[in-house]
């Protein structure tokens, strides 16, 4: 997983799986995934998915790479704390998955909190099949 600065001033984290190396088919079973965690998860919570790739085809003036055949959200909070009301401009949280083709791209913004950082950073990794996670360790 790499963690870059996206735009000179997003922390993104992402992680490139090629689809052979992926436990899971396509986009669907990647955020079911994904659903599974959050709902397991003992402070997240669930929002919602989002089709990002559907609402961009349909805007007239929407423009997708080329490569990019499927790319969706899962949005969720950890939020455990309100301190004040600027913290909202931070939540909620969303992990993105694109399918390229012949690989997934899986992209997350950095959170200004470890739990979910260290819970994201666990849920993405998990997508990687356990045969390559056990070769890669050994």
Same mark, same amino acid.
């Given at each position: ?25 396509? *986009?669907?079973?990647?955020?079911? $995934? %994904? ?9 997240? !919570?669930? #929002? @919602? ?25 899962? *949005?969720?909070?950890?939020?455990? $704390? %309100? ?9 909620? !949280?969303? #992990? @993105? ?42």
């Amino acid at each position: 997983m790499k963690q870059t600065l996206l735009q000179e001033k997003y922390p993104v984290y992402t992680l490139e799986v090629p689809k052979a190396e992926s436990r899971f088919e396509d *986009v669907d079973a990647i955020l079911g $995934h %994904l659903r599974e965690c959050v709902e397991g998860h003992k402070v997240a !919570r669930m #929002i @919602g998915e989002f089709d990002h790739h559907a609402h961009t085809s349909d805007l007239p003036e929407g423009d997708i790479a080329g490569d990019i055949r499927a790319a969706k959200h899962i *949005v969720f909070c950890f939020g455990t $704390h %309100l301190p004040n009301p600027q913290v909202m401009a931070v939540r909620p !949280r969303s #992990i @993105g998955v694109a399918d390229l083709g012949d690989r997934f791209v899986i992209s997350f913004l950095e959170a200004p909190m470890p739990l979910a950082n260290n819970a994201m950073t666990a849920w993405v990794r998990a997508i990687v099949s356990e045969q390559v996670t056990d070769s890669a360790v050994a």
